[in-house]
């Protein structure tokens, strides 16, 4: 039997290669070999699946990263770093930001989302630029750092993460 997380996974990985469109029951039947009861029997319609999709999308690409952030006793300026690095380390993930970022333009749930994760974050990256105490504004300067990012998923051709990492080094560069 295919578990809630694994529907959830293979509902992000749809939305990340060929978008919101493509997230269908049966699309996503096939694509786990299953009947559609386990879909019904999990989220109870094609709305429950969304909301728990975009609860999954939260959880796994916003709050788990900062409660591994947070669960270090380390400075702001290392947690900063540690965040970043966990940020860059998966090259796939922007596809999937984006396509979130899409079917945001169109729905207005998932437009919520998408405000709720950009708020989570940024104010964690705030928190953590305040705790830096550096001579420039901590709330402009963590606002910059997370534009740096969407800008970079945005661009076409794509910014890969090694040059992304530099871009950050760079700026950051300016707290030092």
Not at 62 to 82: C, M, S, W, Y
Not at 100 to 107: F, M
Not at 120 to 140: F, H, M, N, Q, S
Request: hydrophobic residues 45%; glycine residues 6%.
């Amino acid at each position: 039997m295919v578990t809630r997380v694994e529907w959830l996974e293979a509902g992000l990985e749809l939305l990340a290669t060929e978008g919101a469109p493509a997230i269908t029951i049966e699309r996503l039947t096939d694509q786990l070999g299953v009947t559609k009861g386990s879909y019904y029997h999990h989220f109870g319609s094609a709305g429950g699946f969304k909301t728990a999709l975009l609860e999954h999308f939260e959880a796994q690409y916003t709050t788990r990263l900062i409660d591994t952030i947070e669960g270090e006793t380390a400075k702001p300026e290392e947690k900063l770093q540690h965040l970043l690095r966990l940020v860059l380390a998966d090259p796939d993930v922007a596809a999937l930001e984006i396509a979130v970022r899409a079917w945001a333009l169109q729905d207005p749930d998932v437009r919520a989302a998408q405000e709720r994760v950009d708020e989570a974050r940024t104010a964690y990256l705030k928190e953590l630029c305040r705790g830096i105490g550096a001579d420039v504004d901590p709330d402009r300067f963590a606002q910059l750092l997370y534009l740096i990012l969407i800008g970079a998923e945005q661009v076409l051709p794509s910014i890969d993460r090694a040059e992304l990492r530099e871009i950050y080094d760079l700026t950051l560069r300016l707290i030092d």
